[in-house]
């Protein structure tokens, strides 16, 4: 079984100041690990995945997230953010054997709030 | 190319009524999934459709099941319902083993 911590429920930031969300996970297999953004009253759109390769993912808007096998973490940072970041992220991770994308164990949520 | 759709949007039933939830996938995409957002959580897996047939299931009781029809199309049943149900109701669909792409949900207020 998986399991996903996000370790922060809320994180307050000023705009165009850096933020890291954090993320660790529990598996006793190999794992694919996504970030996924959910505006208010909005379904999950997938910011960045990783699947295999380079440790270091590029995603959309500006986001990357580094993966850390041997501390099972999958932090999503942004050097910048904006007011438009405002919104509830989600890690979540799927296991290898199911077959990757189908069966995703999501973390609670961490809200951030950018600060004009 | 229309996303994920579902229907209804907002949905209000009183304790022991069954609801019927429904998703059309994204074009081309012949698998959908079915998650339970509760307030505050995230989403938890309810189960998954292929060939109109369930192939996985999460830890939800036998009140919840589900059908996809041969366009592909799913309806997420749920009987009995209790207030605990009370939950943001998010559909995803992909092709079988590669990324899901989810609809804005159905909010279900159970009474």
């Known amino acids: 079984a998986q399991s996903v911590t996000q370790l922060d429920s809320q994180v307050p930031v000023f705009e165009e100041a850096p933020v890291e969300l954090r993320c660790n996970y529990s598996s006793s297999v190999s794992v694919y690990l996504f970030w996924y953004v959910q505006y208010p009253n909005q379904g999950l759109q997938l910011l960045l995945k990783?699947?295999?390769?380079?440790?270091l993912v590029k995603g959309i808007n500006g986001f990357e997230a580094e993966f850390n096998k041997s501390q099972t973490s999958f932090h999503l940072r942004k050097p910048s953010v904006h007011i438009s970041d405002t919104a509830e992220y989600f890690c979540?991770?799927?296991?290898?054997?199911?077959?990757?994308?189908?069966?995703?164990?999501f973390g609670i949520g961490t809200k951030l709030q950018v600060i004009p | 190319d229309a996303g994920v759709t579902q229907s209804p949007t907002h949905l209000i039933k009183t304790r022991g009524q069954q609801v019927t939830l429904r998703c059309s996938p994204k074009?081309?995409?012949?698998?959908v999934s079915w998650y339970q957002q509760a307030l505050g959580q995230g989403p938890q897996f309810i189960f998954q459709y292929y060939e109109e047939e369930e192939r996985q299931r999460g830890n939800f009781p036998d009140r919840f099941s589900g059908h996809q029809f041969p366009n592909y199309s799913s309806e997420l049943n749920v009987n009995a319902l209790l207030l605990g149900d009370s939950a943001l109701y998010l559909c995803?669909?992909?092709?079988?083993?590669?990324?899901?792409?989810f609809g804005p949900g159905t909010r279900l207020t159970v009474l």
């Open positions: 979540a991770v799927s296991d290898r054997k199911s077959g990757g994308y189908q069966k995703v164990t």
């Open positions: 074009s081309g995409h012949d698998t």
């Open positions: 990783y699947l295999s390769g380079s440790t």
């Open positions: 995803a669909s992909s092709l079988v083993g590669y990324e899901q792409f």
